[in-house]
């Protein structure tokens, strides 16, 4: 098991069901998120909160099996992608905010099995 997934998988964070594919982004005393969700086969899992321009997040997450990976926001009715890779098994990096938008950080799942995927964000 990869050491993130590990790690939320540890600090007892409750798992996320097929219906509960949207999660908000709340954000602990230290601003840090972290979240845990089996991604059903076929479907996705996103999380997503409201980010100010000028802020940045420090970003990681990792899975138990490929995943096609995103972070995005919608402006009207495009999407903008600032991240986007297909079957990835982990990730991370600094996203720098450029404009105030609601975020997402969306996993689908390709595969024909469940895949556990834990993510963390720090402000």
């Not at 790690?7 to 007892?12: E, N």
């Not at 059903?40 to 899992?45: E, I, L, Y």
């Not at 999380?47 to 995943?67: K, Q, Y």
Request: charged share 20%; proline share 5%.
């Amino acid at each position: 098991m990869h050491k993130l997934l590990a790690i939320v998988l540890a600090a007892g964070l409750p798992a996320v069901h097929a219906a509960s594919h949207l999660v908000d982004i709340q954000w602990d005393p230290q601003g840090v998120f972290r979240h845990r969700a089996t991604v059903a086969p076929g479907k996705f899992v996103e999380v997503c909160g409201r980010l100010d321009a000028g802020s940045a997040v420090r970003w990681s997450f990792e899975a138990g099996a490929p995943v096609d990976f995103n972070i995005h926001y919608h402006v009207g009715k495009d999407v903008v992608y600032p991240v986007r890779t297909k079957g990835a098994g982990r990730g991370s990096a600094r996203l720098a905010v450029k404009s105030t938008e609601d975020y997402c950080w969306m996993w689908s799942n390709p595969g024909t099995a469940g895949v556990a995927v834990g993510v963390e964000l720090r402000r």
